[in-house]
T-cell receptor, first 111, second 114 residues
Framework: SQTIHQWPATLVQPVGSPLSLECTVE??????LYWYRQAAGRGLQLLFY??????ISSEVPQNLSASRPQDRQFILSSKKLLLSDSGFYLC??????????FGSGTRLTVV | AQSVAQPEDQVNVAEGNPLTVKCTYS??????LFWYVQYPNRGLQFLLK??????LVKGSYGFEAEFNKSQTSFHLKKPSALVSDSALYFC????????????FGAGTRLAVHP
């Protein structure tokens, strides 16, 4: 069965520190992968999506970057965090049946 | 451009009463529509989707949604609300022009009172 893993679940980081959030998918190959951010417990904003290894598209300019070093691995990074990077980050993949599965999310607090 | 609107920030329902969470959409091409639920500090859980076929879609936890093409709506419904249904609900549409990403509405908070 297909599953998606996201970690860590929570993270508190100081301003200016680096960030690395990881997302991995099991039970599928060549998935379309997405990073979303949810601010203030409401709307979801698409940050990045990837259709394959090394292929990253960015939806909005920001302090973050993404990489896809392996087929089923999607990483969200930052070299220097800002206060405004705080939020709830969700990884997702699109299945062959047309549905989308989300990870359990990472709550990032930048202090 | 594709978009989704959830006109209600919050919906309040008494336990046992029917509930409706509204969603309207704008999309070029065939709409693929989704409903997700989110509990506090949790990821999104899939409830149901409409891709094609019967306009009434049945999903998880007793929820259903009716696709109405003429009104471009996809309202979420449940005949009898439970307190445990209290959560944040998102409607979403697939964006055909953008690598099939999901475009979400702003979310509707459902509060079911005992």
């Amino acid at each position: 069965s297909q599953t998606i893993h996201q970690w860590p679940a929570t993270l508190v980081q100081p301003v200016g520190s680096p960030l690395s959030l990881e997302c991995t998918v099991e039970g599928t190959s060549n998935p379309n992968l997405y990073w979303y951010r949810q601010a203030a417990g409401r709307g979801l904003q698409l940050l990045f999506y990837s259709v394959g290894i090394g292929q990253i598209s960015s939806e909005v300019p920001q302090n973050l970057s993404a990489s896809r070093p392996q087929d089923r691995q999607f990483i969200l990074s930052s070299k220097k965090l800002l206060l405004s990077d705080s939020g709830f980050y969700l990884c997702a993949w699109r299945g062959t049946g047309g549905g989308y599965t989300f990870g359990s999310g990472t709550r990032l607090t930048v202090v | 451009a594709q978009s989704v609107a959830q006109p209600e920030d919050q919906v309040n329902v008494a336990e046992g009463n029917p509930l409706t969470v509204k969603c309207t959409y704008s999309v070029s091409g065939n709409p693929y529509l989704f409903w997700y639920v989110q509990y506090p500090n949790r990821g999104l859980q899939f409830l149901l989707k409409y891709i094609t076929g019967d306009n009434l879609v049945k999903g998880s936890y007793g929820f259903e949604a009716e696709f109405n093409k003429s009104q471009t709506s996809f309202h979420l419904k449940k005949p009898s609300a439970l307190v445990s249904d209290s959560a944040l609900y998102f409607c979403a549409v697939r964006d055909w022009g953008g690598y099939n990403k999901l475009i979400f509405g702003a979310g509707t908070r459902l509060a079911v009172h005992p």
